[in-house]
């Protein structure tokens, strides 16, 4: 059929590329969930299950479970950073604040307005 590697070469750049089990063919199987990774890397973590073993379990690569345990880690070792305050949030906190203390003022105001008009009316 072909007389050689170059009209095969030339045959191959003339089809269309289709890549099977691409996005565009059909959907990717679904990863696992949050909470199951996380149960699986506790596992691997804790000595219940091997490497190979968690990603046997998970249908997956050993690679997969390498970076879901560092992603886990990671995000384990981000819990004990401080807060770091946000200026926008400061700055809402100070004005809720501020309404919160002026509310108050008109809720007294209102009140002894009340208690005013009370006894004013009791003593006629």
């Known amino acids: 059929m072909f007389d050689g590697p170059v009209e095969f070469a030339a045959y191959l750049s003339?089809?269309?590329?289709?890549?099977?089990?691409s996005s565009k063919d059909m959907p990717r199987k679904?990863?696992?969930t949050a909470e199951e990774k996380g149960r699986l890397i506790l596992e691997l973590i804790s000595g219940a299950r091997t490497l190979s073993d968690a990603a046997r379990a998970?249908?997956?690569?050993t690679q997969s479970v390498v970076n879901w345990r560092k992603q886990f880690?990671?995000?384990?070792?981000?819990?004990f950073a401080p807060l770091r305050k946000?200026?926008?949030n400061e700055r809402?906190?100070?004005?809720?604040d501020d309404e919160v203390r002026m509310l108050k003022v008109a809720l007294a105001e209102a009140h002894l307005a009340l208690r005013a008009i009370k006894r004013r009316v009791v003593t006629r």
């Open 73 to 79: 880690i990671d995000a384990g070792v981000k819990g």
């Open 30 to 32: 679904p990863a696992l």
């Open 86 to 88: 946000d200026p926008e």
């Open 14 to 21: 003339d089809r269309p590329t289709r890549r099977y089990g």
């Open 92 to 96: 809402r906190i100070r004005e809720l």
């Open 58 to 61: 998970a249908d997956v690569s």
